[in-house]
């Protein structure tokens, strides 16, 4: 044990030429002076010094010596073994082993524990040497201690901050990396290298932008100069990882400062956002699903609305047809009925019995009218009603409609008159010559029906490969908004039953299918109280001579 066997302290001779330099230096100088000199820089060094015989004696104590190990003077340390200064730990681990080396080595440096008197320890830097005679045989040892226990504890501060900073850099769910103002990757979380599938030693030293999906690239180099600048940023971008595969990733920098406060590197968090950005686009596009959805509910809804007005409007229709049609059935029904039954009367003059008889013809007419029309219009609807194509002499139709009405007009005083714009022979077309009949006689028995005064003028013109016929008159008009819908089945600008003009509103749907059966197009012109002209088309189709 070392308390037992105390060791020599002694100066080397042989490695320091420490005392060449100090002849050289103050040999001139008295060795009375040369000592105080010695005496003196020995007592103020802020390093503590001591001098002990082989046995561990201790010669000589420094003040520094003396007050680092919490004595009050030397001359309680002097005499004593420097073993005092050791606890049995330290004199086992540490201060045998340096004794060793000391001896081997003529001097040795190093870490040793010391222990002051109130027993607290501290560690210090020790520098020990041997001290030999003439004979080179070691008579003293000399040692120089400095006090490093701040210095330790600094170092051990940081060593538990680095450790602290490191568990938790490495256990964070999201992990990070540091990047140098280059944009070089000086550390990384061994997360986040899993996190791109690299190894941490593979992504230490590359350039982040090489992690970055190009697309995003430009808003990366948008935000770095903000964190050289020192603003701590969040940004989502995508960034790749080692097989291709693309991350979205929400990424937390944080300016680093060096103590002036000038940002040395940058601390990226990332937290991986795929699955949230996924179900966010999943969410958009259900969204958008949904949104069509809707604008398809709406417009099936307008559709739908539609449909409900037209049925609403087509029950309308239909009672007033239904009101109507047995109006105009009855009416003539009656007259017939009524003046047979008046014929049976044996007073009847023979003027009264020709009158009675007329009446009877006329109703039978009007009632003929109507059935043929119902027919017609039933024939139209099951596609029953055929077209056949005939030479037809149109120029010879117009004036026929104008003898056959000129009588009718004339009886209301009614001017009527008609207008061919093509030859005879120029007006010969092959068309169905019954329908465009028909159709030119609704016209113009409306155009009578319908005016109390004025003219009906009717004709045609020849434009490009039609014939564009025309019926006018100056009579009651058509508000601009029945104008359509008078070419509907059973409608009637007119619907009520007190209505002074008779008819089923049949004939211009008829007129209306007749004309697009033979090809053409029919419209009107009209305005109330002034009269109206309708328009109808028939393809110009002169027969092929043989
Ligand atoms: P109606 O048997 O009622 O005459 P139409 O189908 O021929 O049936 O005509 C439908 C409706 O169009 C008429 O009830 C009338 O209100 C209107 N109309 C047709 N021609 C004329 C016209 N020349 N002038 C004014 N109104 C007309």
Known sequence: MRKEKPQKISISQRSDNGQERFKNLYGHIQPEEQIRLLASV?????????????????????????????YDNAEELVGQNLSIFHNKKQLKEEVEPFNLEVKRKGSHSGEVEHVRKDGTIFSTQMTSSLLRNENDIPIAMTGVATDITKRKQVEESLRESEVRYRTLYNLLPYGGEVINTKGEIINCSPSTARMLGYEVSELIGQHITKLVDPAFLSLFRLKFPQLISGKPITVEIRMLRKDGTKLDIL????????KNGKVEAILALNVDISKRKKAESELKNKNKELQ???KRIRSINIELEKAREKAEESDRLKSAF???????????????????NLLKDPKLTGEE???????????????????NDLIDISKIESGQMEVSLTESKVNEQIEYIYSFFKHEAE??????????????????INTDREKMYAILTNLVKNAIKYTHEGAIKFGYKKKGDFLEFYVSDSGIGIARD????????????????????????????????????LGGKIWVKSEEHK????????????PVCD
């Open 251 to 258: 990424r937390a920098a944080q300016p680093i400062l060096d």
């Open 42 to 70: 020995v007592e103020q060094s802020t390093d503590g010094m001591a001098i002990a015989d082989m046995q561990g004696k201790i010669i000589f104590v420094n003040k520094t010596w003396v007050s680092m190990h919490g």
């Open 411 to 428: 009886n209301k005083r009614l001017k009527i008159s008609f207008n061919n714009d093509l030859p005879a022979e120029k007006s010969i």
């Open 292 to 294: 069509a959805s809707i």
């Open 531 to 542: 009269g109206s002209k309708f328009y109808f088309t028939i393809p110009y189709a002169p």
């Open 353 to 371: 019995h020709e009158m009675h008889i007329r009446i009877i013809e006329q109703s039978g007419h009007r009632m003929l009218n109507i059935i």
């Open 482 to 517: 029945k104008q359509q819908l008078i070419f509907d089945r059973f409608v009637r600008a007119d619907l009520s039953l007190s209505s002074q003009y008779e008819g089923a509103g049949l004939g211009l749907s008829i007129t209306k299918a007749y004309v697009e059966m």
């Open 322 to 340: 239904l009101a109507n049609m047995s109006h105009e059935i009855r009416t003539p029904m009656n007259g017939i009925l009524g003046f047979a």
